[in-house]
């Protein structure tokens, strides 16, 4: 039960912190009703609609989990302040010393991924309530008494040995209530470990920052936690803390410490976290070629060269221009919805990382999105119903006015029949143009031919050979190859022919 030791001989890590492990910190600060300074999070809907866990395994190059969780942190809260930005990028190229990221990388903490939830948990979920009793502090001075009056009372050491056993008992079952909490003090105390050993390093100020100072609070915690620590080959120490209380007495108070200093214990896990997020942006520009640097302006429009999509390896890059708003059409399976997530998510890795995957030109924004809607029974939800509460998030945050806003929309309100849809579909586009940047894509060409000039039109296509080029082009798409994909996949002449007789009504 007692605190480990700050870990050894763990692998390498580089990119390989399982998404599930790098959100808990974030999940853990934003159930908190906390948000990072100058950022705003991601909303659920936007977050799963961008695929964050592959955009995060294909960006992430982190050593540690600690730095993991950073990074992931960054993604699903990308900035809205100019200065977290620029601060942010000084000391990427602070990290772009190899030397000096060959050194952080080897003293920043090693924690394995079995312990990726002691320090969100600790830290950020509500302080941990500890049962108190004044009996091992009873049994603790009983103990020392004894021990001091033994010398001129030799009967005395009945009545030890009685609360020897009493308080090994004690803390034998002590040890479940209190196995977690200890178990999370020796994680957080190998991560103090770790932030006091890169601090020594000679790091810029601006790397620095006020580190010093929080580590302050690293001595009040090692020296308790040293006395769990300390183990012999003969059990004795372990004999002593047991008929001592120690482990139980030290767990309490540690715990106690660090809820009354839990925000300086934050920063530190952050500004250790976050080197190795910045050493991980920093190698990510060297060795990704596709990976360049985006110029952050206040046009209120994105222009990007030769955007590509970060998760898909050999992945199709497209010029993009969004001016008030971008309607694409085209073929199924021809790469709308995976464009449409290109840029939303190069928004994203614009605003958390200060990379993109393509050149690229835009100034600050919001992104929502509303693209995998289906339906839900769970709440008794049909798929059109599913779609309006989803567009009406949309809706409702173009209503409230603010930043500008990206709004992503993938074939919108398709629940409904065309008759229907696609007033409703030119109406919600026109109405979250009229003040933001719109991306959407359908199927309905009417719906291509009703919005204003304001959107402009771009579609993708399939090759005459078969397969697709993936390559956006302007104006609207001439076809469908609906009827050729129910061919390819065999579907019965007949079938195909009543089509094309019902078609030609």
């Not at 009703?33 to 950022?39: F, K, L, M, S």
């Not at 500004?271 to 596709?290: F, I, K, M, P, S």
Request: aromatic letters at 4%.
């Amino acid at each position: 039960m007692d605190p480990r030791k700050a870990p050894v001989d763990l692998p390498e890590r580089t990119g390989q912190t399982s998404p599930a492990h790098a959100r808990l910190l974030a999940d853990a600060e934003r159930a908190s009703g906390e948000t990072p300074v100058g950022c705003e999070w991601l909303d659920d809907q936007t977050a799963a609609d961008l695929d964050v866990p592959l955009v995060f395994q294909a960006v992430d190059r982190t050593k540690t989990i600690t730095g993991a969780q950073s990074l992931w942190r960054w993604l699903v809260a990308p900035a809205v302040d100019r200065s977290v930005l620029d601060t942010r990028e000084r000391k990427v190229q602070l990290l772009g010393d190899a030397a000096l990221r060959r050194d952080v990388e080897e003293r920043v903490p090693l924690i394995g991924e079995a312990d990726a939830e002691y320090i969100p948990e600790l830290l950020w979920h509500a302080p941990p309530a500890l049962r108190t009793s004044m009996i091992p502090i009873v049994l603790f001075a009983a103990m020392i008494a004894c021990l001091v009056f033994l010398p001129f009372h030799s009967t005395l050491i009945v009545p030890l040995l009685v609360l020897g056993s009493a308080s090994s008992l004690y803390d034998m079952v002590a040890q479940r209530a209190l196995a977690r909490h200890a178990d999370a003090l020796g994680v957080l105390g190998s991560v103090l470990d770790g932030a006091a050993r890169v601090s020594q390093l000679p790091l810029p100020a601006e790397l620095r920052g006020d580190i010093d100072r929080d580590l302050g609070i690293r001595a009040k915690l090692s020296k308790r936690l040293l006395l769990l620590r300390i183990n012999d080959p003969f059990g004795l120490f372990e004999l002593l803390r047991a008929m001592f209380l120690v482990r139980v007495l030290v767990v309490h108070r540690c715990v106690a410490i660090v809820a009354a200093e839990r925000e300086r214990l934050r920063r530190i896990v952050l500004w250790v976290g976050e080197l190795d997020a910045l050493q991980a942006v920093a190698q990510l520009r060297e060795r990704d070629l596709r990976v360049r640097v985006p110029d952050i302006t206040d046009d209120p429009a994105i222009e990007a060269g030769n955007l590509a999509h970060p998760a898909l390896a050999n992945a199709v890059g497209n010029d993009v221009a969004v001016r008030g708003g971008l309607l694409v059409t085209g073929s199924n399976a021809s790469g709308k919805s995976t464009f449409l997530r290109a840029v939303a998510i190069n928004v994203v890795l614009a605003q958390s990382l200060r990379i993109t995957f393509g050149t690229w030109r835009a100034p600050l924004m919001r992104v929502r999105c509303a693209m995998r809607i289906n339906d839900d029974l769970a709440r008794g939800l049909s798929t059109y119903a599913a779609e309006v509460a989803s567009v009406g998030r949309l809706v409702h945050a173009a209503e409230e006015g603010g930043p500008l806003t990206l709004f992503v929309l993938d074939e919108p309100f398709h629940g409904t029949n065309p008759v229907v849809r696609v007033p409703i579909v030119v109406a919600v586009l026109e109405h979250l143009g009229a003040s933001h940047l719109v991306l959407a894509a359908t199927h309905d060409l009417d719906v291509a031919q009703l919005v204003s000039d304001r959107f402009e039109r771009c579609y993708f296509t399939e090759l005459e050979s078969g397969g697709f080029d993936r390559k956006l082009k302007l104006g609207i798409a001439p076809s469908s190859n609906a009827l050729a994909l129910l061919e390819r996949a065999g579907y019965p002449p007949a079938v195909l022919s009543r089509i094309e007789a019902l078609r030609a009504r």
